[in-house]
């Protein structure tokens, strides 16, 4: 088939010859019928070039089809088993816990994680409860004789804990929206884009990850390239980002808010007669589905470009860079300078 791909090859007891070789596992975008519907899924096989088959051991075989489930899970708007597994994670919760925590059989979610396809109703309460730390506190109390005490508290400490950030969070994002609230507009200051505050977030994982290590001084220039970058070859910015012109280069407006975003830690690591040096630390995996194909090729570029540039060799870089030349000392600096950005050679 035209979209098969050779995985690996591995030694393995073949059915077919009886005896140990080598065995190529092989990958494939397969159809299959999930509850009367039809679903694409990618499916995972056993070839044996010796007697010319193929085969899928039992492992597999369960593999493929929780696959093809989730698959009908989001044709059908479901969570999928990772996405549950996700939610119960964030909360501590064992399967057996999860379920207690919902009012449900002891091993309901162990079903949905591994076979069976919850439907809409059970859906609704699981994603109220994983996205909702409030809600889920409420169940919690409303099916305390499903716990321990001591087990009980644990699990009413940690989501009193994660209401509270989310509560920050929520005041977090809405100072940086009150600030932006003058850029509603798309225009050449924001790059034609309204401020993607998820984006921005994943941004900040991205290049704390990938950089290490990540000073505050050099991250504000990566946004900066990261954004003109992508205007400077598709007319548009990844963030939305307003930036201006600083001493040390480009800084996004609200950029103090921004480092409160829960997806980095800002630490002073040490002061200095210059001041104090703030590095920076990721704290969640990066949600690539986040960006288009476009935009992670510029994350990538901008990443790699710079990855062994002090914060002040990259300062200096955007010194010479006509957008901070042809603006002065607190004035915005427009997106259409971008168009004249120095090319990544």
């Known amino acids: 088939m035209n979209n098969d791909t050779l995985i690996e090859k591995i030694n393995y007891e073949c059915p077919f010859c009886d005896n140990l070789h080598s065995i190529e596992i092989h990958k494939r975008i397969t159809k299959a019928l999930v509850k009367d519907t039809v679903v694409e899924y990618e499916q995972t096989y056993y070839y044996c070039p010796i007697e010319d088959e193929e085969f899928t051991p039992d492992k597999i075989l369960d593999q493929n089809l929780l696959k093809a489930r989730d698959a009908y899970r989001k044709q059908k708007g479901l969570l999928t088993s990772e996405q549950i597994k996700k ?64 087990r009980y508290n644990q699990i009413r400490n940690i989501l009193k804990n994660q209401i509270r950030e989310k509560k920050n969070l929520s005041l977090i994002i809405q100072s940086i929206k009150n600030i932006y609230i003058q850029y509603e ?55 939305g980002l307003v930036y201006c012109h600083l001493p040390l280069g480009a800084v996004p407006e609200a950029h103090e808010e921004i480092l409160r975003l829960p997806s980095i830690k800002v630490e002073e690591e040490q002061v200095t007669d210059n001041g104090a040096w703030y590095r920076i630390y990721p704290t969640k995996e990066v949600n690539l589905n986040l960006f288009s194909t476009s935009e992670l090729e510029i994350l990538t570029t901008v990443s790699n470009y710079f990855k062994n540039m002090t914060g002040r060799q990259i300062s200096d870089y955007m010194h010479r860079e006509k957008a901070y030349i042809k603006t002065e000392k607190y004035q915005l600096i427009s997106y259409s300078f971008a168009k004249e950005l120095k090319d990544f050679n």
């Open 185 to 239: 507009e798309e225009s050449e200051l924001n790059g034609y884009k309204k401020i993607d505050i998820d984006k921005i977030a994943n941004i900040l994982a991205f290049f704390a990850k990938y950089n290490d290590p990540l000073y505050k001084v050099r991250l504000m220039k990566l946004l900066w390239y990261t954004d003109a970058l992508h205007f400077k070859k598709y007319n548009k910015s990844i963030t």
């Open 87 to 150: 939610y119960r994670n964030n909360y501590g919760l064992n399967q057996v816990e999860f379920s207690n925590l919902l009012g449900w059989g002891d091993v309901t979610i162990q079903r949905y994680e591994k076979k069976l396809i919850q439907d809409e109703t059970y859906d609704q309460l699981i994603r109220l409860v994983g996205e909702d730390p409030a809600f889920a506190l409420n169940q919690l109390d409303k099916h305390r004789n499903n716990f321990q005490e001591d």
